[in-house]
């Protein structure tokens, strides 16, 4: 008997410790709506095409036409236009018409967000 006490003893210290740990309640600073507004903006980014097009977009010396975006890519035209728009719903991309042709540039917000990205990339391989 006095070896399956010896078992058990810890069973319970473990038990114990969980409770004590889990009983503490972590919340964040953001409200419901700032949530949503960070997932909005983040969203369009977990998509290989979309982040891609920023990049591009981001990184072009001046506005870049769509003519551009769409054999860098190498994805069909539908596919551009949708993460074009993605992008400029979210708030990532500005957009003007000239002509048949829109030409897109990165919105402070979306520069940021890259240099926080590259600043991270950057630490990780340190």
Known sequence: MSGQQTEDQ???TQRQQN????SVSHSHS??????????E???????????????LIAEADDDICVCEIEPA??????????ALSRLFSAGLVERRKEGRWRY??????A???LDVLD????????
Do not use: M
């Open 30 to 39: 953001l409200t419901d709506s700032e949530v949503a507004a960070d997932v």
């Open 10 to 12: 810890p069973l319970k």
């Open 119 to 126: 600043d991270t990339r950057e630490e990780n391989n340190d």
């Open 111 to 113: 520069t940021r967000l």
């Open 41 to 55: 903006i983040l969203a369009p980014l977990g998509n290989d095409t979309r982040y891609e097009a920023l990049r």
């Open 73 to 82: 890519l190498g994805v069909s035209q539908g596919a551009v236009s949708q």
């Open 19 to 22: 409770a004590d740990c889990c």
């Open 104 to 109: 897109y540039t990165a919105t402070p917000r």
